[in-house]
């Protein structure tokens, strides 16, 4: 099963990711992961909350623009060639990565990746079989 990510548009302007996380912390929502990606005109940030359907809500009731997406989240070993070995089995699934991005959940913890690919699904059952431990929950 995927984990649930939000998407969400933000202008380019000094300020505006720190109303963002204001508003998740005023709400009380737990921010597990987080990666920001930016255009001339605007940013994309993509997170993992706690209760992301009630983000969601609570973003549209703000007027922030956002959506909702299924995502997966691995946790290779932590060794290394681990995460090379993640995307080569979904390479040869013929598994399209579309992005990545990586958090910890407690300092000195494993490191989790979050990945947007082609079938989640499929993907899932591939790495699974190869003992990936794929996160269910976060």
């Known amino acids: 099963?995927?984990?649930r990510q939000l998407s969400v548009f933000i202008p380019n302007k000094p300020g505006k990711l720190a109303e963002l996380t204001k508003l998740f912390f005023d709400e009380g929502?737990?921010?597990r992961a987080i990666s920001v990606y930016d255009t001339?005109?605007?940013g994309i940030l993509r997170t993992v909350v706690s209760n992301p359907d009630k983000a969601l809500a609570t973003l549209a009731?703000?007027?922030?623009v956002a959506k909702m997406s299924d995502v997966l989240a691995v946790n290779p070993e932590d060794r290394r060639g681990s995460l090379n070995?993640?995307?080569t089995i979904l390479a040869n699934e013929g598994i399209s990565i579309e992005y990545v991005y990586s958090f910890v959940v407690e300092k000195g913890q494993d490191q989790y990746f979050v990945l947007q690919v082609g079938d989640i699904e499929k993907?899932?059952?591939a790495l699974e079989s190869h003992s990936v431990e794929v996160i269910r929950d976060i």
Do not use: L, P, R, Y
Not at 61 to 64: F, I, K, L, Q, S
């Open 123 to 125: 993907a899932e059952k």
């Open 40 to 42: 001339a005109d605007f």
């Open 61 to 64: 009731e703000n007027g922030v």
């Open 85 to 87: 070995e993640v995307f």
């Open 29 to 31: 929502f737990d921010i």
């Open 1 to 3: 099963m995927a984990i």
